[in-house]
């Protein structure tokens, strides 16, 4: 069957496709531990969930307007203020149905044919492809293991034609856990504005982060206006407030790009549930509750950061990782297991699959299919498992 050449170069999700397969498995009655899924495992907290069905029994279910409820964009822009230390326009926050959605706005709002796009990597699995549906090319861009992949100007610089015309970062990072520091991403955003290139910075594991020195992280609205040119920022609800299947994402950029996205959105998927939008008014709006639920799951993913760091190195030192910084991942490298019988990493989480039943994601999903990602959104009970069945196979 010929299909339209929109989507002829389209894969399917990676990381959805083994968190299939693990429930599929499971379901069937294997014993499976899925470590594959991007999500916090903890329950929304009440005070959200309340206010949506407070929201639901006063009637809020019908339509908003396409980039948000007016309320919603303004509390956002406001949470934006205060981290930027300086006024942000609300009418440049557009609300979409998950970050997915705010990247795919942005991707197709800026990019098209015969355009280059970098992407920092490894990267999230669905940001080469959401270039691809704007008929634009993908050019991964590695720094190197040693510094947890960071791309620096000079890489940037290398990679870069008189095509690039986009840079995709995300900072905390999917799958590394690397985190940027504001020097460097301050000379990265100079970088972009000097060749007037677009920068999309993803943000949505902005709140998790294991350090002490929090200033040792930073977002795209701590460096220096005169450090940025054309930007858009991505982030959400969803991994922050554990509200995944909400689907609530958000961009920030100029005004006037913000509009050209909604106008996009209304065509695709109008309003972000409204429900959902309510539910989100009560997370970024009740400042003082949604931090202390902020803070006690970053808590724990520091915990749990640790007991997974700790257990690698005891258990199988022989396998080489970045230690993750932010998010909930831990990205390691198997090729040294590798045989004529499983030549990549494709190949090895399917036997690890097969023989142990534990699920995690190859990281040809990511870039790179020399390496294996692993969530550590679970409890250390199920973490402890998933490690000693790890050790079977790579230990």
């Known amino acids: 069957m010929r299909y339209s050449a929109n989507i002829e170069r389209l894969k399917p999700s990676a990381t959805i496709a083994v968190s299939t397969l693990a429930k599929r498995l499971a379901e069937e009655g294997r014993d499976i531990i899925n470590l594959s899924t991007g999500e916090p495992d903890f329950d929304t907290p009440a005070f959200i969930s309340d206010a949506a069905v407070e929201g639901i029994r006063g009637g809020q279910t019908r339509y908003t307007p396409p980039a948000g409820i007016p309320a919603l964009r303004k509390t956002i822009a406001a949470r934006l203020s205060e981290r930027a230390g300086r006024a942000v326009d609300w009418a440049g926050v557009v609300v979409s149905s998950g970050a ?20 920092a990597a490894p990267y999230w699995t669905s940001y080469p ?87 040792s992280a930073a977002g795209l609205l701590d460096v220096p206006e005169s450090a940025i040119g054309d930007f858009v920022l991505i982030d959400g609800a969803s991994k922050s407030y554990a509200m995944t299947g909400w689907r609530v994402g958000f961009s920030y950029c100029r005004s006037d790009v913000a509009q050209k996205m909604a106008d996009l959105q209304s065509q695709v998927t109008s309003n972000t549930s409204t429900p959902a939008q309510v539910a ?43 230690k993750p910084h932010g998010a909930f991942y831990l990205f390691f490298r198997v090729d040294h297991l590798f045989d004529s019988e499983v030549p990549d990493a494709t190949a090895w989480c399917s036997r690890l699959l097969e023989e142990t039943g534990l699920a995690l994601v190859p990281g040809a999903a990511f870039g790179d299919d020399r390496w294996a990602r692993m969530s550590f959104a679970a409890s250390d009970d199920v973490l402890e498992e998933a490690l000693c069945r790890l050790a079977r196979i790579a230990g």
């Open 280 to 322: 989100a008014l009560e997370a970024f709006g009740n400042v003082e509750l949604a931090w202390t639920s902020v803070r006690d799951m970053a808590a724990a993913f520091r915990r749990r950061r640790d007991l997974v760091v700790a257990r690698m190195r005891e258990l199988m030192p022989s396998v080489p990782f970045i």
């Open 129 to 215: 492809d959401l270039v691809t549906l704007a008929r634009a090319d993908a050019v991964p861009v590695f720094g190197p293991p040693e510094d947890d992949f960071k791309v620096s100007p000079s890489i940037l610089e290398a990679a870069r034609t008189d095509r690039t015309r986009g840079l995709i970062l995300n900072t905390p990072c999917n799958p590394t856990g690397a985190v940027y520091s504001l020097d460097q991403l301050t000379v990265i955003a100079r970088w972009a504005r000097e060749r007037g290139i677009w920068l999309i910075c993803d943000e949505i594991y902005r709140n998790i982060y294991h350090e002490d020195d929090r200033s």
């Open 100 to 119: 997915k959605q705010s990247l795919f706005n942005a991707v197709f709002s800026l990019f098209g044919p015969g355009d280059e796009v970098l992407v």
